[in-house]
T-cell receptor, first 113, second 112 residues
Framework: NAGVMQNPRHLVRRRGQEARLRCSPMKGHSHVYWYRQLPEEGLKFMVYLQKENIIDESGMPKERFSAEFPKEGPSILRIQQVVRGDSAAYFC???????????FGPGTRLLVL | AQSVTQLDSHVSVSEGTPVLLRCNYSSSYSPSLFWYVQHPNKGLQLLLKYTSAATLVKGINGFEAEFKKSETSFHLTKPSAHMSDAAEYFCVVSATGNQFYFGTGTSLTVIP
């Protein structure tokens, strides 16, 4: 039973480019969460999605960041026109229901040059 | 509102001695509490969770934590540290289910 999968594991972008981070939840999980971990800090909630719906995006920056979880395929976190401050580890988690434990993927480490 | 305070950013112990990682929480509701471990450049692994059942929770790798409502604490302990325990540990609180609030982490060093 595969866990949460994220790709790419490492991503390098130049300032102004777009970054696309993908997350495939565990089998049977329909709830996906994205978190950002800045250097030397804990994880900060960004967004919570169910299939085709954004449920809570209170942690998302207002500009340049968007997320989706289509009916088919992985959840995507998209960062447009990246800046150096976007360099961080981005973790995805999934759960069966909102009340159950969230299981985390290995993360995508984004470096903006 | 929910929040978590991990009282120590770094803890060093000798191999074979007890481990204590401290966590205090704040929650407006009956919380669920978790401890996750993160090894270098790896994802987070769930160690244990508390969800209003027994106040003493046993997790993997010999770790356990005790929920103390009167002290709003959920400290993580292990009787005897192993070299493989060296990692970053995060205390997490969730009250509404969909949002997890992470502490800033405690880095555990195990000295041989």
């Amino acid at each position: 039973n595969a866990g949460v999968m994220q790709n790419p594991r490492h991503l390098v972008r130049r300032r102004g480019q777009e970054a696309r981070l993908r997350c495939s939840p565990m089998k049977g999980h329909s709830h996906v969460y994205w978190y950002r971990q800045l250097p030397e800090e804990g994880l900060k909630f960004m967004v919570y999605l169910q299939k085709e719906n954004i449920i809570d995006e209170s942690g998302m920056p207002k500009e340049r960041f968007s997320a989706e979880f289509p009916k088919e395929g992985p959840s995507i976190l998209r960062i447009q026109q990246v800046v150096r401050g976007d360099s961080a580890a981005y973790f995805c988690a999934s759960s069966k229901t909102p009340q159950e434990t969230q299981y985390f993927g290995p993360g995508t480490r984004l470096l903006v040059l | 509102a929910q929040s978590v305070t991990q009282l120590d950013s770094h803890v060093s112990v000798s191999e074979g001695t007890p481990v204590l990682l401290r966590c205090n929480y704040s929650s407006s509701y009956s919380p669920s509490l978790f401890w996750y471990v993160q090894h270098p450049n790896k994802g987070l692994q769930l160690l244990l969770k508390y969800t209003s059942a027994a106040t003493l929770v046993k997790g993997i790798n010999g770790f356990e934590a005790e929920f103390k409502k009167s002290e709003t604490s959920f400290h993580l302990t292990k009787p005897s540290a192993h070299m493989s325990d060296a990692a970053e540990y995060f205390c997490v609180v969730s009250a509404t289910g969909n949002q997890f609030y992470f502490g800033t982490g405690t880095s555990l060093t195990v000295i041989p």
